[in-house]
């Protein structure tokens, strides 16, 4: 059996590292929940409805930690049938995450910074993150490899947004300050354009000599 390349190895190995924040944030948030913790302003609507953000803290960890082995072409190729059933789960975890974000965006009761601008752009990218998904799996049912790989690649990057708003937010408050209402909401909409940009650059860059052949490998793979 070959071994495994480098970015076989790196590349997951980024991407996790990349979603510890948001992952130990969701963990976090359970045992907050889990363990009665204090109620505050901040976390009372949480206490209130716990499943929607339990839901979403489980789901969203699933989707960022497995997702990123799907991004190991080695690993694609020679485990064909693992690729396929990963990929199932990550589209419903993927779903499950979107939906359940949306959920919240819409009945939670919003702190102090949150306002219309950031309702508005969550609204926007978690309905895009499930259209996204679907996309990708209608995709793969018409065998059309490239068009799933591209709308699960952009699925992805909004769901990986949470990484990368840590990041945004985070430089804001050590050059800046605390945010503002409507910087809190220009940052983590510049997250998500970040990610998106970064996604389309995979989409888009230049095949090498022997992606077409992979592809194809791949698609016969899945017959």
């Known amino acids: 059996m070959a071994s495994f390349t480098k970015s076989d190895k790196l590349i997951p190995a980024a991407i996790i590292l990349f979603s510890v924040i948001p992952v130990l944030g969701g963990a976090l948030r359970l045992a907050e929940l889990g363990g009665g913790?204090?109620?505050?302003?901040?976390?009372a609507r949480f206490f209130a409805s716990p499943v929607?953000?339990?839901?979403?803290?489980?789901?969203?960890?699933?989707?960022?930690v497995l997702g990123a082995f799907q991004f190991a072409p080695g690993f694609r190729r020679r485990r064909p049938g693992w690729h396929r059933a990963a990929g199932r789960l990550l589209v419903l975890c993927g779903?499950?995450?979107?939906?359940?974000?949306?959920?919240?965006?819409?009945?939670?009761?919003?702190?102090?910074?949150?306002?219309?601008?950031?309702?508005?752009?969550?609204?926007?990218?978690?309905?895009?993150w499930a259209a996204?998904?679907?996309?990708?799996f209608a995709?793969?049912?018409?065998?059309?490899?490239?068009?799933h790989r591209a709308w699960?690649?952009?699925?992805?990057?909004?769901?990986?947004?949470?990484?990368?708003?840590?990041?945004?937010?985070?430089?804001w408050l050590v050059a800046v300050g605390e945010p503002d209402r409507l910087?809190?909401?220009?940052?983590?909409?510049?997250?998500?354009?970040?990610?998106?940009?970064?996604?389309?650059?995979?989409?888009?860059?230049?095949?090498?000599?022997?992606r077409p052949a992979r592809a194809g490998l791949a698609l016969e793979e899945t017959r």
């Not at 995709?139 to 068009?147: F, P």
Request: hydrophobic content about 55%; aromatic content about 8%.
């Open 132 to 136: 996204f998904i679907v996309l990708g």
């Open 37 to 43: 913790a204090e109620i505050t302003p901040d976390n």
């Open 95 to 128: 779903l499950i995450g979107a939906l359940s974000g949306l959920w919240m965006t819409v009945f939670y009761p919003k702190p102090a910074d949150v306002g219309a601008l950031l309702t508005g752009i969550r609204l926007v990218f978690g309905t895009a």
């Open 52 to 64: 929607p953000v339990v839901v979403h803290a489980v789901t969203v960890s699933v989707y960022s």
């Open 139 to 147: 995709a793969i049912r018409r065998r059309d490899v490239s068009g």
């Open 152 to 171: 699960m690649i952009r699925g992805f990057a909004i769901g990986l947004g949470a990484g990368t708003q840590a990041v945004t937010l985070t430089a």
């Open 183 to 210: 910087s809190n909401a220009l940052l983590m909409l510049a997250a998500w354009i970040v990610n998106l940009a970064v996604a389309e650059w995979i989409i888009r860059r230049p095949a090498s000599p022997t």
